[in-house]
């Protein structure tokens, strides 16, 4: 059976620099996410969910507990190794989906790649244009990526995010700026990818209608969580 992507066993995360301004808002936090699901994080604003997120996603560390991505225990990582691991392992879509807009569509989402490779490069065209077309984006690879609309540059954003086939890919509210319609097409993409391919997803989202079509729901509460719901 395969190692959990994600481990979280009594995580704490207290920000502040002395004894009487440190505020702790992670409360000894357990979770497992593993292959193949499809989880929605929920929970009001200041729960803790982009705390935990950045975790997970190796942007910040734990200040106590256990954190193991892909059964890799990160804890004495240096700050190059969770680099690495963090570009060879996951994806990150977000809400505001930070393209770069002097660069063509196909660029951007050979993006995480380069990041790896040291530079851009012709090779990884290839794999950029077959997720650009998994998308519903033929044809739009050397446009430049301000011409497109939101919902098709959120489009190119997952795209980006799948680029190093990574194992888990982490959705900071990426359905918050748009519309209803787009919003479907959106998920739909997510949830199809996710079938098809067995990439694993958690969702950030205040959204209900998208947190229903995912399988599993975990919300968050004042730092802790309170509901870990499966169907």
Not at 6 to 29: A, N, P, Y
Not at 56 to 75: E, F
């Amino acid at each position: 059976m395969s190692a959990p992507l994600v481990e979280l066993e009594q995580v704490r995360k207290s920000f502040g620099d002395t004894e009487e301004t440190r505020i702790e808002v992670l409360h000894g936090i357990d979770l497992l996410v593993e292959p193949g699901e499809l989880v929605a994080l929920v929970g009001p604003s200041g729960s803790g969910k982009s705390t935990l997120l950045n975790l997970v996603g190796l942007l910040d560390r734990p200040t106590s507990g256990t954190l193991r991505i892909c059964g890799r225990d990160v804890t004495d990582l240096s700050d190059g190794e969770l680099t690495k691991l963090r570009g060879e392992t996951l994806g990150f879509v977000f809400q505001f989906h930070h393209l770069l807009p002097g660069l063509t569509v196909a660029e951007n989402v050979q993006l995480p790649a380069a990041a790896l490779e040291g530079g851009l490069s012709r090779s990884q065209r290839p794999r950029a244009i077959e997720l650009l077309e998994s998308m519903g984006l033929h044809g739009q690879a050397d446009r430049k990526a301000r011409t497109l609309s939101g919902g098709m540059q959120q489009r190119v954003a997952i795209a980006r995010a799948l680029m190093n086939d990574p194992a888990l890919v982490f959705a900071d509210e990426p359905t918050g700026n748009l519309d209803t319609e787009t919003t479907d097409q959106v998920m739909e993409l997510l949830r199809g990818w996710n079938e098809e391919k067995g990439t694993a997803f958690v969702l950030v989202t205040h959204d209900p209608t998208v947190a229903a079509r995912c399988r599993r729901r975990v919300r968050l509460v004042d730092g802790r969580i309170v509901e870990d719901e499966r169907g």
